[in-house]
């Protein structure tokens, strides 16, 4: 049997949810998703690519807990220490995956892009190496966001269910507080027809300078990969990934961004590609259209000035 | 208030990765390594609650028998109080259960009320550390953390989602966190300043033993990805390369 733990959030369950019941789905040996919500109904009815749901639906769970989540997964998973888990690498499962890994005493593979006949393949190394380890027995994998197709996995049904008691006790050391969410910023990136993004290439906050000269010309948003926004140069707003926004727009110019999972998961539906990077073995490179080994110091001042 | 931070290095990215010749690893002998980046906004985020309130900062960190030494001064130069190297057998790659549990044996003895350490490194296969390292030390866990705020016996902490979204929690102290990002840019120590500190601080040794834990599965390939279509790259001087990125920029109608 191969368990997913289910992503929701404000809701709505997240897409890593529907990536992983497909691939389970895929794996051939039958698919138990495990659900911690509150007022879970209309969650369950979107996991019909499950044969079985185990939920546990507290008022606890309304908001995500890391120490809830990971005392009542562990229980709920206690004897399913032989099985495969499936879990996503993001924020909640990051928690929950070595949490269950600790408290089972089951290996972890992160960063999982594959699973194959007891082979699990992860991206290390920013994106610049896979990774194929031979696991035997259960273990946890935590899934990168995108691995696998999410149609596959978003069935709507009514699979059966089994009801789970939470391990919410009153000396819960972590206390949720609140849901914030993120600030508006004074451009969009989300509504843009150009990009010009940029990346820890760029070295310095001075250097944006440049960039931001070419947005102007095109009239485009300067947008940015997560080390600029880590450094401050940058708000939150424009971040580009992951933990950012992720952006479709008709030209999506990345400059100086190396191509780290993170930002290929916000930015690789943009229609065109264009990518300067003097690492020719960067991995944005397998992601764009067009791209150049030239340095950016030269080349993005240049077409600022042909444009 | 005893802040806690767990450092170690990884490869640097900048550098070409070799595979070694079984191919289920880099080639370490010629690799150039530094300090994992969310390690740095760890300690960061460490000094500027020391900064703010007081605290008392100790670096911890595996003796890989790489350059962790520079690492270590150069943290007392920004304003750790103590730096420690835990020895024992961890030369090479270390898996992050391995870690968790060596460096939980050395922390416990530390009576923290924090333990910081980076959210992820570049090569923590078998799973992010700070979690794990809450496990061994029997402390609560919060990961992805953009924001501390130490209020008596607890602390206010914010935790990033996807799409921008925060969860803030309040969390009783000793807690392990991992550290997205520090609230300032990680400072800048000037070189004189490391020298300065090589010659004024003791780096301390504890062992470390990480006897019976492991990753609990093997690495058998490592290899570059496969490149997809790829990008088709454009040729020529940086000037003929910008003109021809005008030509397909303005060929999108854009």
């Given at each position: 049997?191969?368990?997913?733990?289910i992503e929701?959030?404000n809701?709505k369950i997240?897409?890593?949810?529907f990536?992983?019941?497909?691939?389970?789905?895929?794996m051939?040996?039958?698919?138990t998703?495990?659900?911690?919500g509150?007022?879970?109904g209309?969650?369950?009815?979107?996991?019909?690519?499950a044969d079985k749901v185990?939920v546990?639906?507290?008022?606890?769970?309304?908001n995500f807990?890391?120490e809830?989540a990971?005392?009542?997964?562990?229980?709920?998973?206690s004897g399913?220490?032989?099985d495969i888990?499936?879990?996503g690498?993001?924020?909640?499962?990051m928690?929950i995956g070595?949490?269950?890994s600790?408290?089972?005493?089951i290996?972890l593979?992160a960063?999982v892009?594959d699973?194959?006949?007891?082979?699990?393949t992860?991206?290390?190394?920013g994106?610049?190496?896979?990774?194929q380890s031979?696991?035997?027995?259960g273990?946890?994998?935590?899934?990168?966001?995108?691995a696998f197709?999410?149609?596959d996995?978003?069935v709507?049904?009514?699979?059966?269910?089994?009801a789970a008691?939470?391990c919410?006790?009153?000396?819960?050391?972590?206390?949720?507080k609140?849901?914030i969410?993120p600030?508006?910023?004074?451009v969009d990136?989300t509504?843009?027809?150009?990009?010009?993004?940029v990346?820890?290439g760029i070295q310095n906050?001075?250097?944006l300078?440049?960039?931001?000269e070419?947005?102007?010309?095109?009239n485009?948003a300067v947008?940015?990969s997560?080390p600029?926004v880590?450094?401050?140069?940058l708000?939150?707003?424009r971040?580009?990934g992951k933990?950012g926004?992720k952006v479709?727009?008709?030209v999506?110019?990345?400059?100086g961004?190396?191509g780290?999972?993170?930002?290929i998961e916000?930015?690789?539906?943009?229609?065109?590609i264009?990518?300067?990077?003097?690492?020719?073995n960067a991995p944005i490179?397998?992601?764009?259209?067009?791209g150049t080994?030239?340095?950016?110091?030269?080349?993005v001042p240049a077409?600022?000035e042909?444009? | 208030?005893n802040i806690?931070?767990a450092?170690?290095q990884?490869?640097?990215?900048?550098e070409?990765l070799e595979?070694?010749?079984?191919?289920?690893?880099?080639?370490?002998?010629?690799?150039?390594?530094?300090?994992?980046?969310?390690?740095?906004h760890a300690?960061?985020?460490?000094?500027?609650?020391?900064?703010?309130q007081?605290?008392?900062?100790?670096?911890v960190?595996?003796?890989n028998?790489?350059?962790?030494?520079k690492?270590?001064?150069?943290?007392a130069?920004?304003?750790?109080?103590?730096?420690?190297?835990v020895?024992g057998e961890?030369?090479?790659?270390?898996?992050s259960h391995?870690a968790?549990k060596?460096l939980?044996g050395?922390?416990?003895?530390?009576?923290p009320?924090?333990v910081l350490?980076?959210?992820?490194?570049?090569?923590d296969l078998d799973g992010?550390l700070a979690?794990?390292l809450a496990?061994?030390?029997?402390?609560p866990h919060?990961t992805?953390?953009?924001d501390?705020?130490?209020?008596g016996?607890?602390?206010?902490v914010q935790?990033e989602?996807?799409?921008?979204?925060?969860?803030e929690f309040e969390?009783?102290?000793?807690?392990t966190?991992g550290?997205?990002a520090a609230?300032?840019?990680?400072?800048y120590?000037?070189?004189a300043?490391?020298r300065r500190?090589?010659?004024?601080?003791?780096?301390?040794?504890?062992?470390g033993d990480a006897a019976g834990a492991?990753a609990?599965?093997e690495?058998?390939?490592m290899?570059?990805?496969?490149t997809?279509q790829?990008?088709e790259?454009l040729?020529?001087s940086?000037d003929d390369?910008a003109?021809?990125i005008v030509?397909?920029i303005?060929?999108?109608g854009?």
């Amino acid at each position: 049997m191969t368990y997913v733990i289910i992503e929701h959030n404000n809701g709505k369950i997240e897409d890593i949810s529907f990536e992983m019941l497909g691939k389970a789905r895929a794996m051939g040996n039958g698919v138990t998703a495990v659900l911690l919500g509150s007022g879970t109904g209309d969650m369950v009815a979107q996991l019909g690519a499950a044969d079985k749901v185990i939920v546990c639906d507290d008022p606890a769970f309304a908001n995500f807990n890391p120490e809830a989540a990971c005392k009542t997964a562990s229980s709920i998973l206690s004897g399913n220490t032989g099985d495969i888990i499936l879990v996503g690498n993001t924020s909640m499962g990051m928690e929950i995956g070595p949490g269950l890994s600790a408290s089972l005493g089951i290996p972890l593979v992160a960063y999982v892009t594959d699973i194959a006949d007891g082979t699990v393949t992860s991206s290390l190394y920013g994106g610049k190496m896979s990774v194929q380890s031979a696991v035997s027995g259960g273990y946890i994998a935590s899934v990168m966001a995108g691995a696998f197709p999410g149609d596959d996995g978003r069935v709507d049904g009514s699979p059966a269910t089994e009801a789970a008691t939470a391990c919410v006790t009153s000396d819960l050391k972590v206390r949720f507080k609140q849901l914030i969410a993120p600030e508006g910023g004074d451009v969009d990136i989300t509504q843009q027809d150009v990009l010009v993004s940029v990346g820890r290439g760029i070295q310095n906050e001075d250097n944006l300078e440049i960039v931001e000269e070419l947005a102007q010309k095109l009239n485009a948003a300067v947008s940015c990969s997560r080390p600029i926004v880590d450094n401050k140069w940058l708000p939150k707003s424009r971040q580009v990934g992951k933990s950012g926004l992720k952006v479709k727009p008709k030209v999506y110019l990345a400059i100086g961004i190396s191509g780290a999972p993170e930002h290929i998961e916000g930015m690789r539906d943009a229609d065109t590609i264009i990518a300067i990077n003097t690492d020719e073995n960067a991995p944005i490179f397998d992601y764009a259209d067009y791209g150049t080994t030239e340095d950016l110091f030269d080349v993005v001042p240049a077409i600022t000035e042909k444009l | 208030m005893n802040i806690v931070v767990a450092i170690k290095q990884v490869p640097d990215l900048v550098e070409e990765l070799e595979l070694n010749d079984s191919g289920t690893d880099l080639d370490r002998e010629w690799l150039k390594f530094k300090v994992n980046e969310f390690d740095e906004h760890a300690l960061e985020a460490a000094l500027l609650l020391k900064d703010a309130q007081g605290a008392q900062v100790t670096v911890v960190a595996l003796d890989n028998g790489l350059d962790i030494d520079k690492a270590l001064y150069a943290a007392a130069a920004k304003g750790a109080d103590r730096v420690v190297k835990v020895t024992g057998e961890f030369e090479g790659y270390v898996s992050s259960h391995a870690a968790a549990k060596a460096l939980a044996g050395v922390i416990s003895g530390m009576s923290p009320d924090l333990v910081l350490t980076g959210v992820q490194a570049v090569d923590d296969l078998d799973g992010q550390l700070a979690v794990l390292l809450a496990h061994e030390l029997g402390m609560p866990h919060i990961t992805v953390v953009t924001d501390i705020e130490v209020n008596g016996s607890t602390a206010t902490v914010q935790k990033e989602y996807g799409g921008g979204m925060v969860g803030e929690f309040e969390v009783q102290l000793p807690v392990t966190l991992g550290i997205q990002a520090a609230a300032e840019t990680p400072r800048y120590v000037p070189v004189a300043k490391v020298r300065r500190a090589m010659k004024s601080t003791d780096i301390e040794e504890i062992s470390g033993d990480a006897a019976g834990a492991g990753a609990g599965f093997e690495v058998t390939k490592m290899f570059k990805p496969e490149t997809g279509q790829g990008a088709e790259m454009l040729s020529g001087s940086a000037d003929d390369v910008a003109a021809r990125i005008v030509e397909i920029i303005k060929s999108k109608g854009v």
